[in-house]
């Protein structure tokens, strides 16, 4: 994974395009209406029910937006909320409150909805020694933020982005030429520029874990597509030499099925790209 200060940095990229993005020159419904000094009072208030997430991200937006403003957090990133319970208040600047409602309400309601799925993953992997991942199968421009959310859910991220780890699949060794091909030039490639590297490798089949067994450079293997017979095959091919990854349609009703071949983790594109968005609402109030 990427380091907590590359981390950080796309969250305030994000921040700082966000209020670009939806400001702009300004927020004239509030500055045609609104008197520059007002204060008020607002309250996020779930309408739904789940894990909540989103909370320290809130923290960053008022900051940025405006120092002045004052949250009180009575929910913190990860608890569970129903119906009614109210996450923050938060004080101060009338027309900044607004300013900041809008990002905070998009971003919490889908880290919240993502948060809440990892969560049901994470409790029927319970009893078992597998962990569930993310992909990079996340909305454009929000990456930081959907993998926070994973996080939050009790999840564990895969690869942040493309230059953090190296992942062979099957284009690349199609394309290459071959599993050792394709693994040999990457060792060499990551050796001439001094990176320091991760690999992963894809199978398609029991055949192609036989070849990629074959490397001592490989960190995992990932057993796509497999049924469950042949992926205790696999795992028990592999023998821990490396760690070994399920993948490929994976859902709730599969999921403790592969964790019981004995997986290591189990990836699912569906944490981040298949959610319905936590109801939300921040709501002023005297």
């Known amino acids: 994974m990427i380091s907590e200060a590359k981390f950080n940095k796309e969250i305030d990229l994000i921040i700082t395009n966000a209020i670009r993005e939806d400001v702009g020159g300004g927020d004239y419904s509030s500055l045609a209406c609104i008197p520059d000094d007002a204060q008020g009072k607002a309250k996020l208030l779930v309408k739904d029910e789940g894990i909540i997430a989103g909370i320290e991200f809130a923290k ?22 129903a119906y009614g319970d109210i996450c923050f208040t938060v004080s101060g600047n009338s027309q900044s409150i607004l300013k900041s409602e809008r990002l905070i309400l998009n971003a919490m309601q889908r880290m919240s909805a993502i948060a809440t799925k990892t969560n049901k993953y994470v409790e029927l992997l319970e009893g ?21 959310a994973v996080k939050i859910g009790g999840g564990e991220n895969h690869r942040f982005a493309l230059y953090d780890m190296v992942m062979l699949k099957d284009n690349h060794i199609d394309f290459c030429g071959g599993i050792h091909k394709a693994i ?7 050796k001439s520029n001094n990176l320091y590297l991760k690999i992963i490798v894809e199978a398609r089949n029991l055949q192609e874990i036989k070849e990629i067994l074959k490397e001592d450079c490989v960190y995992r293997i990932l057993i796509d597509n497999f049924n469950y017979e042949d992926t205790k095959k696999a795992v028990d091919l592999i023998g821990g030499k490396c760690l070994t990854e399920s993948s490929g349609g ?17 990836s699912s594109g569906a944490l981040t790209h298949s959610v319905h968005n936590m109801d939300l609402s921040l709501k002023a109030y005297e």
């Not at 120092?67 to 990133?77: A, F, N, W, Y």
């Not at 040999?184 to 990551?190: R, V």
């Not at 994976?250 to 189990?266: N, P």
């Open 60 to 81: 960053q937006v008022f900051e940025y937006v405006d120092p002045g403003l004052k949250m009180i957090v009575k929910k913190e990133d990860g608890a569970k909320v």
């Open 184 to 190: 040999n030039k990457t060792k060499a490639y990551l």
């Open 128 to 148: 078992t020694n597998t962990k569930i991942l993310d992909t990079r199968k996340t909305t454009p421009g929000i990456r930081a933020l959907e993998k926070w």
């Open 250 to 266: 994976i859902t709730l009703e599969t999921l403790r099925k592969y964790a019981e071949c004995g997986v290591d983790y189990i």
